[in-house]
Nanobody, 120 residues
Framework: QVQLVESGGGFVQPGGSLRLSCAASGSIFSIGSMGWYRQAPGKERELVARIISSGSTTYVDSVKGRFTISRDVAKNTVALQMNSLNAEDTAVYYC??????????????WGQGTQVTVSS
């Protein structure tokens, strides 16, 4: 079994910063890509940023230049540094990862989500 646990969400004023972290644990052999998605009220879940094992990253256009995704391969963690936050960034943020287990089975996993609220 594999678990993804997020931390770092909260309330911040416009222009502020937050850092989200996600740690994967369990019967892990390796992790391919890791990423962050978000879902705002009444909207579909969308990809925010993703990073593969080589370090190559992808960002949704709305966060380019403001958010930075990073990962520690040895620790099975991924982080999302969010700067210059605005109200449109308010959402539940979910960690996501493609994990290969010790039994060499690969599956996609989700964290439980962490709320980010940007408001004055």
């Amino acid at each position: 079994q594999v678990q993804l646990v997020e931390s770092g969400g909260g309330f911040v004023q416009p222009g502020g910063s937050l850092r989200l972290s996600c740690a994967a644990s369990g019967s892990i052999f390796s992790i391919g890509s890791m990423g962050w998605y978000r879902q705002a009220p009444g909207k579909e879940r969308e990809l925010v940023a993703r990073i593969i094992s080589s370090g190559s990253t992808t960002y949704v256009d709305s966060v380019k230049g403001r958010f930075t995704i990073s990962r520690d391969v040895a620790k099975n963690t991924v982080a999302l540094q969010m700067n210059s936050l605005n109200a449109e960034d308010t959402a539940v943020y979910y960690c996501n990862a493609d994990v290969t287990s010790r039994w060499r089975l690969t599956a996609n996993y989700w964290g439980q989500g962490t709320q980010v609220t940007v408001s004055s």
